[in-house]
């Protein structure tokens, strides 16, 4: 049975040791974003969402008043910047948010301990390791003796420099990720439990040791999903890790496989406080991931665009049918503006027909939805949808009738919904995944009606995995490419498979730090 986010949880805090701090001073904070160094999208201040004081604390329902992690600390939340996915950060915008948190723990400080929320795949334009600069000017605000524990995702990535700046570290071990808001517990868990120990107050005794190592091996998402062997076997071993005597905390990351950098590759730590047990557990956990590099395959069948789309369209094809075009998922990283698909679909001749639902989610195109929105519902439109910031394909030259306009969406703003023969497209002022049910459903559009809904996704998440009657992973052009190949990667390490595939075996030997300090 597959492991769900319902069978997570966080085990109470251990009592409160003689000469462990009763109640720390914790400041809380971070950048969090997942970006597209091959994405022609820049995120700028439009693509976060910020949130400081009481809107940060409130973010994380185990720091609800009452909770037990709440009141076993003085939290004390600065602030947090959070982005969809997208293209690489723009240097004006990381810096001040960089700039902002450092000058309010200055202000805020001194910390006994400090919770950063960072995704780990954040590119920033004319930088190779943005978390890493990240973690050393929080690190130097903070000073050497404030205890860090970070939560990352999975698809991050973890170098050397960024982890002398950590003293925890956690991500997630789901993918899709129903256990995030669990993995930020248990990184805050580690926290508290390191700062209530016996060694609270000797900083160097209550920072646990930490085993690293890289696997040069960098996979996409949607070939290494826990649904699926070998990540379902890998992953279950990082949980039996974290239970070893000796150990405090395991954990594996795939890595980002979007961003031409150095760090991008896989890796492992494992901290604890025996360091024969993190070092052999750190080594056995990413010789099993590099045993198993070549085993891994796709999330679901795979094909074309143009061949996904002839099995949706068969007489006996189940309904409805799903097609995720993955090349452009903007939970990837990809502009979301990308035409390929759409123009396909109003090429097709066997799309003309209005008796049949194709659902197309989506475009993003702020002109092009002004331009419906003021024509009205009932309109005829021939408007040039999409292709202003992904330029690999020109505007989809769309000839339709609006038949839906909703404002005031939260993410999407103001979305229309043009109708052509078959096809439904769905069209929003700013970039929005299409994960649920009701995102179709607020535009006057039931999904489970549908004969075929293409998804600008990866591997489908729950409530679309659930509404699939059959789905096909379209290998699709863009920021985000399955086929890793193609995107030409020229800065990664020497040695990354399947990039560099000279059949010799890497040193998988982790490393032993404490702290910033030297290898031990």
Known sequence: MRTTAADKWSPPLPPLEAGG??????????????SSTFSAHISGWEAFRMRTGDDLLEYYPFLAAGQERREAAEWVPLLHGRSLPGGAVDPGVYRNMR??????????????????????AMSVVGMTDAEADLGGAIREALGPDTLVSASMDLHGNVSADLLRHLDLVTCYRMAPHEDTCNT?????????????????????ARRPLKAWVQVPVLLPGEKTSTRLEPARSIYAAVEDVEARAGVLDAALWVGYAWADEPRCQAAVVVTGDDAEVVRDSAAELAQSYWNARADFAFVGPTDSFGGALDQALRPNAARPFLISDSGDNPTAGGSGDATATLRALLADQRLKDPGRLVIHASIFDPEAVAAAARAGVGADVVLAVGGRVDRMFPPAAVRAVVSAVVAGDPVAGTQVVLRSGSVAAIVTERRKPFHRLQDFRDLGLDPEEADVV????????????ELAGDWVLALTPGGVDQDLLRLRHRNLAPGVWPFDNDGTSPDLTPSITRGNHAEL
């Open 184 to 204: 930020k517990e248990r990184a805050v868990h580690n926290l508290l439990v390191r700062l209530r120990s016996a060694a609270g107050s000797d900083v160097e």
């Open 21 to 34: 701090l009763g109640r720390p001073r914790i400041g809380m904070g971070g950048v969090s974003i997942e």
């Open 454 to 465: 293409i998804v600008k996704i990866g591997y489908l998440e729950p409530e679309l995995f």
């Open 99 to 120: 700039d902002q948190l450092v000058s309010m723990i200055r202000n805020e400080g001194p910390f006994d301990g400090f919770f950063l929320d960072i995704h780990g």
